[in-house]
């Protein structure tokens, strides 16, 4: 287990291109890893790297940049003054230093609910997907959920109804009705799995769900062992991972710990080996 030599920093998505390392962060933030380690230094990107949206007013969240097409598209969240909500949107550049500019039309979530950390899935067949938080500010139990959508080819605007995954209440361990931080895996078996984060009895936690039928619109069965949390690794609780590569193919799982200020530490990223035991995520330390 390593842990970046930056903080505060919430929400890390790495993108790794050309050999160098990209941590994306909460805030529309960017930062550049050149040495080839992870715990080499990690530089801010100097100056915004997006363009902001004319009706975005705050809540710049957890923004997700991947590689499509030829070109890098990030995904992630703002409040608009249009609707009063959160939402989901999409934004480009040549480049994954930016800058970013919106390609759609506003939010490309519905313009009624509160939706954030949305993250991007193509399946077997090439049809991309947006999969998302449908928060639980807007829910009228007070429970969040994720939904998933079919986008268009230019990823500019969702071309199918959101579908109801699973509700944040539905493992035993969850304490809270949250839905967080979703990230789809395939394994090398074919099959569909969904780290995700709420809230156990030692704090934020990272879990894992598998789809029944490999496609974002199954039905989603609950891992009981979750992947990350404080009980064990004794430290820290954290959440909001993802899964990345090294140039030699060592996976890590990423994820902030701890979610809030504890003894003084801030949120930091955090880099723990991964690999697939039997079909199943394992962390190694």
Known sequence: ????????????FVLLENGVYYMYATGWVCYKNTSGRLEGDWVKLPGPICRIPENALDNFWAP????????????????SSLTGHRGSTVLCSDSPEGPFTEISRGHLTPRDWD??????????????WMVFVHEWTSMPDGVGTFAAAKLS???TELISEPVELFRGDEPAWAKLGVTDGCFLYTTEKGELLMLWSNFCAQGYCVAVARSSNGRPDGKWIHEEKLLYSKDSYGDYDGGHGMIFATPEGKKYLVLHAPNDNDRGRGETPRFIPIREEDGKLVTED
């Open 153 to 155: 080819p230019d990823l």
């Open 1 to 12: 287990m390593t842990d970046a030599n930056i903080s505060p920093v919430r929400d890390p």
């Open 115 to 128: 939706c954030i950390d949305s993250t991007f899935y193509v399946d077997p067949q090439g049809q991309p």
């Open 64 to 79: 997700e940049v991947h590689r499509y097409k030829g070109k890098f598209y990030m995904f992630t969240t703002y409040r």
